[in-house]
């Protein structure tokens, strides 16, 4: 991914930062064996997990942490999106639609 094309507001497609990459995971098998590393992109969830997540689905959750702070639209749980782990700080629109578009993720953590 090439940064400078994301620069807001458009510009000439030049940016200090350079690029993005995205790497795969080492994931050991939880047999408690000796085993090597599979190396995967996606980390997929067990159906236990699954039905813990519906179940969260139907929780309230609050719009207002108080009186002044709150957020512009109800929250809610959506299960069966994908999410995504960052080592930068996400807040920029294009970037974010970016990774919807491409990964498919809705949401990503730092």
């Given at each position: ?10 510009g ?97 953590d730092?």
């Open positions: 991914l090439d940064v400078g094309n994301y620069n807001v507001p458009q000439d497609g030049n940016n200090m930062l350079g690029s993005i990459g995205y790497s795969y995971e080492e994931l050991y098998s939880v047999t408690g064996q000796t085993n090597s590393p599979q190396k995967v992109f996606w980390i997929n969830t067990t159906q236990e997990w699954l039905h813990l997540a519906a179940d969260l689905e139907r929780m309230e959750l609050l719009q207002c942490v108080n009186s002044t702070l709150c957020l512009p639209q109800k929250p809610k749980l959506v299960v069966g999106l994908k999410a995504a782990t960052a080592n930068i700080f996400v807040d920029n629109a294009p970037y974010r639609n970016f990774l919807y578009d491409t990964f498919g993720v809705s949401s990503s730092m």
